[in-house]
């Protein structure tokens, strides 16, 4: 039975949405509405119209039999700054300061409509990357990766600071603590990274950078290639950090430990355009 454009049009932008990174032959929409394959090029150049128009994604068409239509999420800058910006008013509001120049953050990481958001922003930073994996350190990293890897439609790995049976064998690693100079010990399972990866880097919070510093270190391990890096936030740190180019949303400008508050700043991400 035909189905009518308006009606093909819904069913055709959910499942490109739910599908990112996909290549979906015309084909298949041809059969899934009983339309001529006209018809649906028809009705794909008006959702990659509308998707370009709103910032929705690319809906790139690729030529030939082995063709189809690939979508790959994104988002304005406009709206991704202003979410960033009403993010870095709500931390400064509310009291989050812990010791050691930490920030709490676990109930914001735990709210599925600000990780759909973060997901999209971090990863419409590397639109134009292949991403073959997301690389987080367990265990507040974890739902940002998660969230990143949804839009990328790559697989996210989690890195421990401790050594489980149910990982198998590992790769490990040691790494400065840099915010308290204490040599610590990161490690990945075999299993999570095929050689000549392209591996992209997030974590909720650097400080130090010794956290991030070893997970790059795990990359070379793994003979595998680092794509980025992302944080959620970053603090000030007086050290010296070894990491220079990375991505931050958040930058918690200041820390008054007196008043207990903090001034958080949208992040370099911005500033890279
Ligand atoms: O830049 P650095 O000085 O290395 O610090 C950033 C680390 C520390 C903190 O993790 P923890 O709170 O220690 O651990 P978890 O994420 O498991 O809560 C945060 O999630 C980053 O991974």
């Known amino acids: 039975v035909k189905v009518r454009r308006s009606e093909r049009l819904i069913d055709m932008t959910q499942y490109l949405l739910d599908h ?9 929409f041809a059969a899934r509405y ?6 649906i090029s028809e009705d794909l150049a008006i959702v990659k ?32 700054k202003e979410y960033i910006e009403s993010l870095a008013e709500r931390l400064s509001e509310e009291d989050r300061l812990l010791p050691g120049g930490y920030v ?3 109930d914001m990481l735990g709210q599925p409509d600000l990780l759909r958001k973060v997901g999209r922003i971090i990863a419409a930073q590397y639109l134009d990357k292949k991403v073959d994996a997301v690389m987080t350190v367990a265990t507040k990293g ?3 990766a998660q969230a990143v890897s949804y839009y990328l439609n790559a697989p996210f790995v989690i890195v421990r600071r401790d050594s489980k049976i149910t990982e198998g064998s590992t790769v ?39 956290t991030v510093n070893g997970m790059k270190s795990l990359i070379e391990e793994f003979e595998a290639e680092l794509v980025g890096i992302t944080v959620f936030a970053e603090s ?15 930058f918690v400008q200041d820390v008054d430990t007196s008043t207990k508050t903090i001034t958080v700043v949208p992040g370099n991400c911005f500033d890279k355009e």
């Open 20 to 28: 990112p990174h996909d290549l979906i032959p015309l084909t298949f």
């Open 34 to 39: 009983g339309s001529a394959k006209s018809s």
């Open 49 to 80: 119209k509308t998707f370009k128009e709103r910032g929705t994604g690319l809906l790139e068409t690729i030529p030939g039999a082995a063709g189809g239509v690939v979508f790959t999420p994104s988002i304005t800058d406009e709206e991704a």
């Open 104 to 106: 709490y953050l676990s």
């Open 142 to 144: 974890v739902p940002i």
């Open 172 to 210: 490990s690693v040691n790494y400065v603590s840099g915010s308290s100079e204490r040599i610590e010990k990161m490690e990945l399972s075999k299993r999570s990274l095929k050689r000549g990866s392209r591996v992209l880097i997030v974590d909720d919070f650097m400080k130090g950078g010794g």
């Open 236 to 250: 000030k740190f007086k050290g010296e950090r070894a990491i220079d180019d990375y991505n931050s949303l958040l």
